[in-house]
């Protein structure tokens, strides 16, 4: 007898591909792939499996060798692992230093191949493979779909689709990936109008923006927050990688322009030394806080006590940061970049800078200082953003998307 999961209405059965995802080593690696699948898992209408490849480091370097943070990271993931009840594992992928642009979806398939050839030998099925972030994920992904002759989703989140496009090579993949998925999620309305300038099909293109776990970013005790962490005037919060592109350098430059203004800073990543000296050479380092890469829970404190969220991309998807520190009460300010006027709709969510500089930083925290909107008002915003809708668009595009497909013999 033949079946689809919706005739015999169990839940929809994924396998969810993505190298942005957490890991014993990286517990906050890609965790927003995480999350939008916890959120759907919840819902009870679908199981997943995630094959998460992580980078093959070799087991010895030489000592001169320097080993980019995240390598060392990657060493630490296990072959497989449980995270909040799903089953996750990591096969190994080869990245070639200077190659990688061009060989990594190759070496991503070829690991995917042989790990998800060995999940099915041992019985385990699928309907429909979900992979996030379109280079190289989504390419390996669409190739294995065709191998494996199963319906394909990709998530675009930002980098896949506004930066990447711009080398040749990677382009004619991602547009050949785009022509091959069966749908198409953005998380928010640029991505989609990027995607279907490089050639995809609007009507295959569905806009799922990221929410926001309102109970674990909420409003608490914010003078405990603020004694806890020791602040006594005004505080700016950034968040990210520290990276270039995230742009913590600019909010640095702009304390010399906004005198009894501390800034805490939350991430880590390669530009920390620079940034620390930056802050030295310009005389605010000693109201500058660098406080590492934080758990969840630790942010929330963070964002609870600092007066804005200052986040001064050069690009973002949809920055869930922003929704976070939104959630805990804490207008932001942002640069104007791609989603991130699709967050900030309205003025108790907070501004867009006039410029992305230093200048421009400077400016924002002065007006929207000077006319701070009532945090349960931004904390009232921010509950737009439940995970609910997003939930429900997935589901809705799985099951047109597999209603479509040939009708399959029931796994036994």
């Known amino acids: 007898m033949l079946h689809s999961p919706r005739s015999e209405g169990r839940p929809l059965r994924l396998l969810t591909f993505s190298?942005?995802?957490?890991?014993?080593?990286?517990?906050?690696?890609g965790v927003f792939v995480e999350n939008r699948l916890?959120?759907?898992?919840?819902?009870?209408?679908?199981?997943?499996?995630?094959?998460?490849?992580?980078?093959w480091v070799p087991p010895m370097m030489p000592p001169w060798v320097p080993l980019p943070p995240e390598y060392t990271k990657a060493r630490l993931a296990p072959a497989a692992e449980r995270r909040h009840g799903i089953e996750v594992v990591h096969p190994r992928y080869l990245v070639v230093p200077k190659l990688g642009m061009r060989l990594t979806p190759h070496t991503l398939y070829r690991a995917a191949h042989r790990t998800v050839r060995r999940l099915?030998?041992?019985?385990?099925?699928?309907?429909?493979?979900?992979?996030?972030?379109?280079?190289?994920d989504g390419v390996a992904a669409a190739w294995l779909a065709d191998e494996l002759g199963k319906p394909l989703t990709i998530t675009a989140r930002g980098t896949d689709i506004n930066l990447i496009p711009a080398y040749p090579g990677p382009r004619r993949l991602i547009v050949e990936a785009a022509a091959r998925a069966d749908g198409i999620i953005t998380v928010c309305r640029a991505l989609k109008d990027r995607l279907?300038?490089?050639?995809?099909?609007?009507?295959?293109?569905?806009?799922?923006?990221?929410?926001?776990?309102?109970?674990?970013?909420?409003?608490?005790?914010r003078a405990a927050a603020r004694a806890a962490l020791g602040l006594r005037r005004t505080a700016l919060v950034s968040v990210g990688h520290l990276i270039e592109r995230k742009g913590h350098d600019l909010v640095i430059a702009a304390l010399p322009e906004l005198p009894d203004t501390d800034l805490l800073i939350a991430g880590d990543g390669p530009e920390e030394r620079s940034l620390r000296a930056q802050a030295e050479r310009l005389q605010v380092a000693d109201r500058v806080r660098f406080l590492g890469r934080l758990a969840h829970r630790q942010l929330r404190e963070v964002y609870e006590a600092a007066d804005l969220l200052v986040l001064a991309s050069s690009r973002e998807g949809w920055a869930n940061v922003l929704l976070e520190a939104m959630a805990c009460g804490t207008p932001v300010l942002a640069s104007n970049v791609w989603g991130t006027p699709e967050v900030i709709e309205a003025p108790e969510a907070g501004e867009l800078m006039d410029e992305r500089s230093a200048a421009g930083v400077a400016r924002g925290v002065r007006r929207l200082l000077a006319r701070l909107p009532d945090r349960r008002a931004t904390r009232a915003y921010a509950e737009q953003f439940s995970w609910d809708d997003t939930t429900q668009g997935q589901l809705d595009l799985f099951r047109s998307i597999l209603a479509r497909q040939p009708q399959v013999q029931k796994a036994q």
């Open 38 to 55: 916890r959120h759907l898992l919840a819902s009870g209408q679908a199981t997943a499996r995630v094959v998460a490849p992580v980078p």
């Open 120 to 136: 099915m030998a041992g019985g385990w099925e699928f309907d429909l493979i979900d992979a996030h972030y379109f280079y190289p």
């Open 19 to 29: 190298t942005l995802f957490p890991h014993a080593g990286d517990p906050t690696h």
């Open 196 to 221: 279907v300038e490089l050639g995809a099909a609007p009507d295959k293109i569905r806009v799922l923006r990221n929410g926001v776990d309102l109970a674990m970013f909420r409003p608490a005790d």
